[in-house]
């Protein structure tokens, strides 16, 4: 409940104030507070200016931040704060930054934000690396305290979400007064007015643009400048390999245990990147900075958490991070239409490829959903041109059968046998499993339809 002002008398969302003996009493719900040899009129004066102070100051914050002035925003806040407090949007650029303090930067960060408008790799890692480490319950607003070169203090900090989506992040750090109760409850005006002017003015536009993962996740185009800065936070390259794991909650209590959910996830898993969306519980991994997945974690996860969990194929590319969230979603989708309750086991999207290319109506999907096997040697083929593709594509073609590629292409047993052999120390499956072999015909005969398709385009 907000209380919006003073009353001699009750009345619903004010306080009331009352003469006892020589003190004014002021009384909420929350409790009361007794101004010592106050007479009530003067008491009632004393705490409706306040009221009316806090009112002014919430009116002119929420029109600064509907017209998207939030620097103005954040100075109008020290009055109420007495500290430094910042505003960074998604991507860790500076929205507004308490300028009561560029000449007495708090910390090495501060004047870092002051000079290049963002925030700094380093601070941002410390900062993950600090949470990880604290296997706690994520709250709203959350405490923390630093004592490194670029971070020099403590403080609170909030996320600013919406639809699951982080659209900014709020600090405000202890410097010229301790926090006490009443920051948490000023922050959190400010950031219920943050996304509320969002919402009813349009103007989150500019800001979800910056939300570079949730866009990249929807498939939509990026500024590469944009993906490289927030690559860069957690030490990763855009051509890395990368690998999305999907955790959706089927039961009705979604609310109750999404969050709970992803505190798991991001303690388990703390070297990637973890974001909701929707229903969904997303985990980008960098298979190239963390090698593969540790299938152990993730199956003791999927018991301990009753969620669906999928995983993608490992690709190329983070642009390409729309693809394997479409996977992920696939491997659920068809686990269960075939009426399959093992929900309590991870979903490889690998075991379900083939129905997925087989449905799928976009090309795109499919070109991706190709087997990782069958696509190394194609993207091999195009930059070596060591014939291994078109020779692998034969030997499958033929049911795996030497004598049968022998005479289909015309070439010498012995030297089909070398360079088979030479496929077989590249590939990482099994090609004496039935399913592997007709994922990989399949996969073969896509990518002969794709490089048509392309040349016909161009």
């Known amino acids: 409940m907000v209380l919006k002002s003073a009353r001699r008398v009750y009345a619903t969302d004010c306080v009331y104030v009352y003469g006892s003996g020589r003190d004014t009493v002021c009384r909420a719900e929350a409790g009361t507070i007794c101004l010592k040899d106050t007479e009530v009129s003067q008491g009632f004066e004393i705490i409706q200016d306040i009221f009316d102070f806090y009112d002014d100051w919430y009116g002119r914050m929420w029109e600064a931040m509907r017209q998207g002035d939030y620097q103005t925003a954040v100075d109008d806040c020290w009055q109420i704060f007495h500290n430094p407090m910042v505003l960074l949007d998604a991507s860790g650029r500076v929205m507004g930054i308490d300028s009561h303090y560029q000449d007495d930067p708090p910390d090495q960060e501060w004047k870092y934000l002051l000079k290049y408008g963002c925030s700094s790799v380093s601070s941002i890692q410390v900062m993950k690396a600090d949470f990880m480490n604290k296997n706690v319950r994520r709250k709203p607003i959350r405490p923390f305290r630093f004592q490194t070169k670029l971070l020099n203090g403590g403080g609170i900090g909030r996320g600013l979400y919406q639809d699951g989506i982080l659209l900014g992040r709020i600090v405000l750090l202890e410097k010229d007064r301790a926090i006490n109760h009443g920051d948490y409850q000023i922050m959190k005006l400010f950031a219920d007015c943050f996304l509320s002017t969002i919402r009813h003015a349009g103007a989150g536009e500019e800001i979800y643009r ?249």
């Open 210 to 458: 910056k939300a570079v993962f949730a866009r990249l996740l929807k498939g939509e185009d990026v500024d590469r400048e944009a993906v490289d800065r927030q690559l860069s936070y957690y030490d990763w390259e855009a051509d890395d390999v990368y690998q999305v794991i999907l955790a959706r909650v089927l039961r009705d209590e979604l609310e109750q245990i999404q969050a709970l959910i992803k505190t798991t996830l991001e303690n388990t898993f703390s070297e990637g990147y973890v974001m909701k969306l929707g229903r969904d519980l997303i985990l980008i991994w960098n298979v190239a900075k963390n090698v593969s997945l540790p299938d152990e974690k993730m199956e003791s996860f999927a018991r301990r958490t009753d969620v669906a969990v999928s995983k993608s194929l490992p690709l190329s590319q983070i642009q390409h991070i729309s693809y394997m969230y479409r996977q992920a979603q696939a491997g659920i989708r068809i686990r269960q239409q075939s009426g399959d309750e093992k929900m309590s086991e991870v979903i490889d999207f690998y075991q379900t490829a083939v129905d997925f290319m087989l449905l799928s109506g976009d090309i795109e999907d499919i070109y991706h959903a190709c087997h990782p096997d069958v696509m190394m040697l194609w993207k091999r083929e195009k930059e070596r041109k060591d014939e291994l593709f078109e020779t692998f594509a034969a030997y499958a073609s033929h049911d795996f059968s030497i004598k049968s590629t022998c005479e289909s292409i015309f070439i010498h047993r012995n030297t089909l046998i070398y360079r088979i052999r030479k496929i077989m120390n590249l590939i990482q499956s099994d090609i004496s499993d039935s399913y592997t072999k007709h994922y990989m015909v399949l996969s073969v005969r896509i990518l002969r339809i794709y490089e048509n398709l392309r040349q016909e385009r161009s």
